[in-house]
């Protein structure tokens, strides 16, 4: 039996805005402070965070992939749950696909990634493997995996649409962020957007204060570690600092 629930989430374009000029890296940053910040009973019951590494872009996007989560559990190979969310539930959504570790097939081809693409899905995360990888490739619409793989998937009927997941460590619940670029990718848990925006602005101009100084540091004249602590991060500094006479 297959499990689906409605989705309406949406980003606002102010908050589309916000998020076009920035990485995964100062995302994942800016969640970390923020969570960092609240209390147990305030931090959220399914908590966002970076996806494994081995999830990545499978070609080079010019702009990052930005969208509210269709969440999709598709256990022991099947499809099926992939197949009609794309259908019903891909318009400007990202589609994320957890698989419980079924790495034996592959949960995508170049025809569903069309369809999806044909039907507005803002990009699709899948913790396993594609196929017709080429074709796909082809697209417009970002596409993340694991890899790719010829062997096709089943299409038993388990699963759902718009539950809550879990890829790694990460839990994902419907109408999260997915924020994906060259580095990976991202989910932050809708009721932390507005904090995590503004503090990764503020990372964000902290970073590129921090460049600038690099750029114009006089290397020649530095001569113990003393003398990098202008263009160290606060915490390193510190550690220098406190621990001078060891350095």
Do not use: W
């Not at 959220?44 to 989560?69: F, K, N, S, W």
């Not at 259908?87 to 995508?108: F, K, R």
């Not at 038993?156 to 670029?181: A, K, M, R, S, Y």
């Amino acid at each position: 039996m297959i499990t689906i629930n409605p989705n309406k989430a949406s980003l606002t374009t102010t908050q589309l805005e916000a998020l076009k000029p920035l990485s995964s890296c100062v995302l994942s940053d800016a969640l970390d402070v923020v969570l960092g910040r609240l209390s147990p009973a305030e931090q959220p019951v399914h908590i966002g965070g970076c996806l494994p590494g081995g999830i990545q872009e499978i070609r080079h996007y010019d702009t990052p992939m930005i969208g509210t989560a269709t969440t999709i559990y598709a256990p022991n190979g099947t499809s099926l749950p992939l197949h009609l969310a794309m259908a019903t539930h891909a318009q400007d959504h990202i589609l994320i696909i957890s698989i419980d570790e079924c790495t034996n097939v592959a949960y995508m081809g170049d025809i569903q990634a069309l369809l999806s693409a044909r039907n507005h899905c803002s990009g699709i995360v899948i913790d396993g493997y594609i196929r017709d990888r080429q074709g796909i490739a082809e697209l417009d619409m970002p596409v993340f995996s694991r890899g790719s793989l010829p062997k096709r998937p089943t299409k038993e009927e388990l699963g759902g649409i718009n539950v809550p997941i879990q890829i790694g460590d990460t839990h994902i619940n419907p109408g999260d962020i997915i924020f994906g670029d060259t580095d990976g990718v991202v989910i932050i848990p809708a009721t932390l957007l507005a904090l995590v925006i503004d503090e990764a602005i503020k990372k964000e101009e902290s970073d590129n204060n921090r460049k600038n100084k690099v750029a114009q540091f006089n290397f020649a004249n530095a001569h113990t570690t003393l003398d990098y602590i202008d263009i160290m991060t606060k915490d390193v500094a510190d550690f220098v600092k406190t621990n001078q006479d060891k350095l």
